[in-house]
T-cell receptor, first 114, second 113 residues
Framework: GENVEQHPSTLSVQEGDSAVIKCTYS??????FPWYKQELGKRPQLIID?????GEKKDQRIAVTLNKTAKHFSLHITETQPEDSAVYFC?????????????FGKGTKLSVIP | SAVISQKPSRDICQRGTSLTIQCQVD?????MFWYRQQPGQSLTLIAT?????????ESGFVIDKFPISRPNLTFSTLTVSNMSPEDSSIYLC??????????FGSGTRLTVV
């Protein structure tokens, strides 16, 4: 089955700096790659996702890049703010349309220092 | 994306008893997924619930311990049976609705004493 590796496990950045989290996946058939933000005691919230026919997607301060050949994808957060502090999970799936499960990375705890 | 209501939000249970967790989705979905999240850990898939057929369990999870019902396309339950302290965890359901992307229920924080 699919295996997703995520690095780093913890990341501290100064407010205003950029943060990058990287994931690799093992199943070349995976074609949907979401990122979730989970604040303490809350459910994971989808912040951005990308499908395999796209190399990059941006939403304000957040961007995701995908390299299908290398089987890795990354989350980029620019101009970080204290409210970005949370645990971020990457995931991979055969589809984002509901028929296949998500396989998650182990998570990255991001701390943004004011 | 789908909106999922999950209950109970938390419970404290005696060992040896069972707890049933319910998830209601605001739209019809083919699959619903049940995950477990240990404190400070990632999400681990327990099983996939497909309406009209038996759930599909991941390695390490069995039907006798985690029976699942899926009576229709908007509802599912997960039961944690014969609980022990090792079952203390957060349990989450997930689904993808009419638009792309998966959402999660608010989670059930289970403590077994």
């Amino acid at each position: 089955g699919e295996n997703v590796e995520q690095h780093p496990s913890t990341l501290s950045v100064q407010e205003g700096d950029s943060a990058v989290i990287k994931c690799t996946y093992s199943d070349s058939a995976s074609n949907y790659f979401p990122w979730y933000k989970q604040e303490l005691g809350k459910r994971p919230q989808l912040i951005i996702d990308i499908r395999s026919n796209v190399g990059e997607k941006k939403d304000q301060r957040i961007a995701v890049t995908l390299n299908k050949t290398a089987k890795h994808f990354s989350l980029h957060i620019t101009e970080t703010q204290p409210e970005d502090s949370a645990v971020y999970f990457c995931a991979a799936s055969l589809s984002g349309a509901g028929s296949y499960q998500l396989t998650f990375g182990k998570g990255t705890k991001l701390s943004v220092i004011p | 994306s789908a909106v999922i209501s999950q209950k109970p939000s938390r419970d404290i249970c005696q060992r040896g008893t069972s707890l049933t967790i319910q998830c209601q989705v605001d739209s019809q979905v083919t699959m619903m997924f049940w995950y477990r999240q240990q404190p400070g850990q990632s999400l681990t898939l327990i099983a996939t619930a497909n309406q009209g057929s038996e759930a599909t369990y991941e390695s390490g999870f069995v039907i006798d311990k985690f029976p699942i019902s899926r009576p229709n396309l908007t509802f599912s339950t997960l039961t944690v049976s014969n609980m022990s302290p090792e079952d203390s965890s957060i349990y989450l359901c997930s689904a993808s609705g009419r638009s792309y992307g998966y959402t999660f229920g608010s989670g059930t924080r289970l403590t077994v004493v």
